[in-house]
């Protein structure tokens, strides 16, 4: 929703934006009907930008503005980010990055390339990863699914010492962890430690996945 108070006639013109401060009737209608849109779609607005110099700071109904908003997020909206800007061009300032997320992204991105041969990419792809993910980590320490992630792209960079230290932090946390368990026992393999993998692979046994699978068979290969 663009509202300009000031700014060039024929620009406003232009971009078929109304000059002049907001009515407090169409900011009421137009927050209900994007309730109304809710309700009918099941979709919600990621972000609501009232824009231009200052506004919406500069009407003197801001106060009731505020109050009909809030109403309506409490009851109909989740909003990942609601931006009130000034300026020209952007429509405001991006929430902040989930890290994690990223990271995670990143690293499913990687498995792709690698498992298509490209190694040089998957790699790039595991260094920003690890990047996101010790950002996350340092933000919200001691998550046992960042960590699995965090050991999974250290070791694809082939620092195993570092790798198994993520993992081994995690399992502190999370003792039946079934990707850092399945990824450790893959590390142990991969450093000719097929004693600890077993006992990576036993944590595993109830848990009927595919991950059990994957590191028994690995297992039996070596």
């Known amino acids: 929703m663009y509202f300009c108070p000031t700014g060039d006639d024929q620009l406003l013109k232009s971009v078929s934006r109304p000059k ?3 009515k407090l009737e169409v ?5 209900n009907d994007l309730s109304l849109m809710v309700n009918k779609y099941n979709s919600r607005p990621l972000q609501i930008s009232l824009y231009k110099d200052g506004e919406p700071l500069l009407n003197k109904n801001l106060p009731k503005m505020l109050r009909s908003f ?8 989740s909003f990942s980010q609601i931006c009130f800007s000034a300026g020209t061009g952007d429509s405001g300032s991006r929430s902040k990055a989930d890290y994690y997320k990223k990271g995670a992204d990143l690293i499913k991105a990687a498995k792709k390339l690698d498992e298509k041969g ?3 990419k998957a790699l790039k792809r595991y260094e920003r990863a690890k990047k996101y993910l010790l950002r996350a980590n340092k933000k919200n320490p001691n ?3 960042t960590l699995n992630y965090l ?3 250290t070791r694809k960079l082939g620092d195993f010492e570092n790798a198994e230290k993520y993992y081994l932090q995690g399992l502190q946390i999370d003792p ?3 990707g850092i368990n399945e ?20 944590v595993l046994k109830g848990c009927k996945c595919e991950e059990y699978e994957e590191l028994k068979e690995l297992i039996e290969k070596n």
């Open 20 to 22: 002049g401060m907001m």
């Open 27 to 31: 900011f009421e209608k137009t927050i």
């Open 70 to 77: 809030l109403i309506i997020i409490f009851f109909t909206f």
């Open 118 to 120: 490209k190694t040089k």
């Open 143 to 145: 998550k046992p699914d």
């Open 151 to 153: 050991g999974y792209a």
């Open 176 to 178: 039946k962890h079934i």
């Open 183 to 202: 990824y450790l026992g893959e590390l142990y393999v991969k450093t000719n430690r097929i004693n600890l993998a077993k006992e990576r692979l036993e």
